[in-house]
């Protein structure tokens, strides 16, 4: 949907016609022009839209109408007949299913006494649909404001309304070992432009390598695969393998658990600019390197514990407990990802995560 000038009172609907969106909305007397595809949702999202927009009170559906769809003949017939209140389908409607079932049928008769609906089906030239705008226009500018539709009411007189349930984001993964024998490392060959997926034991064995340049069909393939089973971790790595083919498309740095940043810059991209102007700790704009606080937080994440506020200068054993497997994954994840030279006998448990930032800045 494309907003035109502003304080005018007409709507254009070109079906399943894209390029007349951007000439229609330039006609004089159009405040939005769009299509629409399909002859449920895509009638809902119209139906929405309308109602925010009070001042417009005519709509002309023009353009292509597509003949397996038929999105066109069922809003016209919208406007004719209305919704059966009990099998929320639009009646006379021939389109595929044509049902509304998560918008109010209060606003769809309030849009059925206030526009006036033009059938320009067919016609796709800007300059015959300028002449049918104007026309539109002009009657509905000289027309006296609709009066509130009687047909209506916001009680459900028209039968119960529908509606999405709303679901909390959140929520925890169990631990990697409890679902998956070892661990899984993602990273980018930049040369063959693929990513690659390493599967290793909790010994550090080489168990499966995975090449692919989309997120999709690699989490598919781990799937049929087997190696991974537990939904909560099919969800962790197709977030991962999103961020990584995003990574290889746009060319960004990509670091396992890491939010993408952007070009030439070393702050978190998801951080507002407010904070990175008031908070210096969010990035370090004299090295290039994460900053204190995006190191304490790849740590946070590579051990699992999203959750979880880590005091800089206490050492990890002290402050969480976490099995092995997942300090073998935070070697991993500091040394191949951020660079971090580790000497082979430390004991991560015995490093605060402001020693360990410090080996990364030395």
């Known amino acids: 949907m494309v907003n035109g000038p502003g304080g005018v009172e007409v709507a254009v609907c070109s079906l399943s016609s894209r390029e007349l969106v951007e000439p229609l909305s330039r006609l004089p007397g159009v405040a939005l022009a769009g299509t629409l595809m399909t002859a449920n949702l895509g009638i809902e999202e119209l139906v929405r839209t309308l109602a925010r927009r009070p001042a417009i009170r005519g709509l002309v559906v023009c353009g292509r109408d597509s003949p397996r769809f038929l999105a066109g003949q069922s809003l016209l017939a919208l406007f004719r007949n209305g919704v059966d209140p009990e099998l929320r389908r639009i009646v006379g409607a021939a389109g ?15 849009l059925r006494s206030r526009l006036e609906v033009v059938d320009a089906r067919g016609e796709g030239d800007p300059l015959a649909l ?57 990273s980018l060959d930049r040369r063959a432009r693929r990513i690659v997926l390493r599967h290793y034991d909790n010994v550090l064995t ?15 393939g781990l799937l049929q695969a087997g190696v991974i089973t537990d939904a909560s971790h099919a969800g962790y790595l197709g977030g991962e393998l999103t961020k990584a083919e995003t990574a290889l498309r746009l060319g960004l740095p990509y670091v396992q658990d890491i939010p993408l940043r952007a070009p030439g810059r070393p702050g978190d991209v998801m951080s507002p600019a407010h904070e990175r102007e008031e908070n210096p700790a969010v990035t370090d704009e004299s090295t290039g390197l994460p900053s204190m606080t995006e190191f304490v937080t790849a740590v946070v994440t590579g051990l699992g514990l999203e959750d979880t506020d880590l005091a800089p200068d206490v050492p990890l054993g002290t402050q969480v407990s976490v099995e092995s497997v997942r300090m073998i994954e935070l070697a991993i994840l500091l040394e191949e990802e951020l660079g971090l030279d580790l000497p082979p006998d430390l004991d991560l448990r015995t490093c605060s995560p402001q020693e360990l930032y410090g080996i990364l800045t030395a």
């Open 130 to 186: 300028g002449e049918i705008v104007r026309q539109l226009w002009g009657r509905i500018r000289a027309a006296p404001p609709p009066a509130p539709s009687g047909r209506a009411s916001a009680d459900g007189a028209h039968g119960p309304e529908l509606g999405f349930r709303r679901l909390r984001a959140g929520g925890r993964r169990v631990g990697l070992s409890q679902v998956l024998e070892g661990f899984v490392v993602i």
């Open 96 to 110: 595929h299913l044509p049902l509304l079932r998560s918008v109010p049928l209060h606003e769809v008769e309030r």
């Open 206 to 220: 080489p168990r499966h390598e995975m090449t692919g340049v989309r997120a999709e069909s690699m989490l598919l």
